[in-house]
T-cell receptor
Framework: DVKVTQSSRYLVKRTGEKVFLECVQD?????MFWYRQDPGLGLRLIYF???????EKGDIPEGYSVSREKKERFSLILESASTNQTSMYLC???????????????FGAGSRLTVL | GQNIDQPTEMTATEGAIVQINCTYQ??????LFWYQQHAGEAPTFLSY??LDGLEEKGRFSSFLSRSKGYSYLLLKELQMKDSASYLC??????????WGAGTKLIIKP
């Protein structure tokens, strides 16, 4: 069964802490994405990556960075967590971007982050 | 600007039919996706439309009208397990997804 695995389901951190959210996929997908999901809003793209060591800013990259050292792993980093980063974070992957139909996303179960 | 609109919440009865509408405005268009998300779980892919018309998959069907910027998801023979949020997403000319806020579907016995 193909899978996107996020390392932590629930995290509680303090303002100013550095936070790492890890995501691993076992489908040999080229593309990986980080979204945040907040009530009443659509999924908002933070960063994405089309290849190892490549990263592209999404719609809301401020306060976040990412790392993709290996094809299967995509990490989201909050350098100094703030209360407005309290949210559900969803990682996703897709096969490639060469055609629309190949862009079906497989999501992880999410990481719910609370920043106090 | 780019925008996806869908109702916030809908209620339907077990065994009935429900239609969830979605209107979209995107810069260019490369298809319309529907995902299902149960509470506390990951969104899962339901359907993809890029040409006008109806695509049927068992109890679920999805319709697209590109001229009207409109899609709907039709769920037949509703079951309690269909209680979930349904996310509509349009793909723009850069293959980027624009997401709606989701429609929470409540099924009553």
């Amino acid at each position: 069964d193909v899978k996107v695995t996020q390392s932590s389901r629930y995290l509680v951190k303090r303002t100013g802490e550095k936070v790492f959210l890890e995501c691993v996929q076992d489908m040999d997908h080229e593309n990986m994405f980080w979204y945040r999901q907040d009530p009443g809003l659509g999924l908002r793209l933070i960063y994405f990556s089309y290849d190892v060591k490549m990263k592209e800013k999404g719609d809301i990259p401020e306060g976040y960075s990412v790392s993709r050292e290996k094809k299967e792993r995509f990490s989201l980093i909050l350098e100094s967590a703030s209360t407005n980063q309290t949210s559900m974070y969803l990682c996703a992957s897709s096969r490639d971007s060469s055609s629309s139909g190949a862009n079906v996303l497989t999501f992880g179960a999410g990481s719910r982050l609370t920043v106090l | 600007g780019q925008n996806i609109d869908q109702p916030t919440e809908m209620t339907a009865t077990e065994g009935a039919i429900v239609q969830i509408n979605c209107t979209y405005q995107t810069s260019g268009f490369n298809g319309l996706f529907w995902y299902q998300q149960h509470a506390g779980e990951a969104p899962t892919f339901l359907s993809y439309n890029v040409l006008d018309g109806l695509e049927e998959k068992g109890r679920f069907s999805s319709f697209l009208s590109r001229s009207k910027g409109y899609s709907y998801l039709l769920l037949k023979e509703l079951q309690m397990k269909d209680s979930a949020s349904y996310l509509c997403a349009g793909m723009d000319s850069n293959y980027q997804l624009i997401w709606g806020a989701g429609t929470k579907l409540i099924i009553k016995p």
